[in-house]
């Protein structure tokens, strides 16, 4: 998980900047329409309220592994094109997003098997809405009303 979520953004990144010049005049409305398309994308989830689309059979082995690391990283190659237009190290952020997200995929693990999904859908709420306001904050910002 943590490998994909650190290339993801790099492979979102180089493509981004790749097309920057092409694209610099609405990078604000692009962000805001990916950050409010991926925090859409989590409440969406957490009001359809099922996983039906999770892999079957064993889920720590490697095939399933591979499917749900490639899965939850796509919003991660849609951040990869936000950092381009916000000007971000990328090699700073790919480190971190990389390396808390092995920190915390080994203390989800733990921590799952006690609480189980009992707040799945409360934390997937609350950061849907954290993305979606950070989007429109950068647009606020771009068109300076902020």
Known sequence: ????????????YTIART?????????HWVAFG??????GKMLWE???GKDDDLPSGDPCGWKNLLVMSVA???????????FAF???NIWEAVSF???????????GLKIGNVFGTKYKSKAEFVGGV???LLGIKILLEHLGIL
């Open 34 to 39: 990916l950050l409010a398309f991926i925090g």
């Open 97 to 107: 997003i990389g390396v808390v997200t092995f920190l915390f995929s080994v203390a």
């Open 46 to 48: 957490v009001f359809r």
């Open 86 to 88: 916000l000007q971000v």
């Open 19 to 27: 097309f920057a010049d092409k694209i610099g005049a609405v990078d």
């Open 130 to 132: 954290i993305l979606i």
């Open 72 to 82: 939850t990283s796509i919003d991660a190659l849609a951040l990869g094109v936000t």
């Open 1 to 12: 998980f943590g490998l994909f979520q650190g290339l993801m953004p790099l492979v979102g």
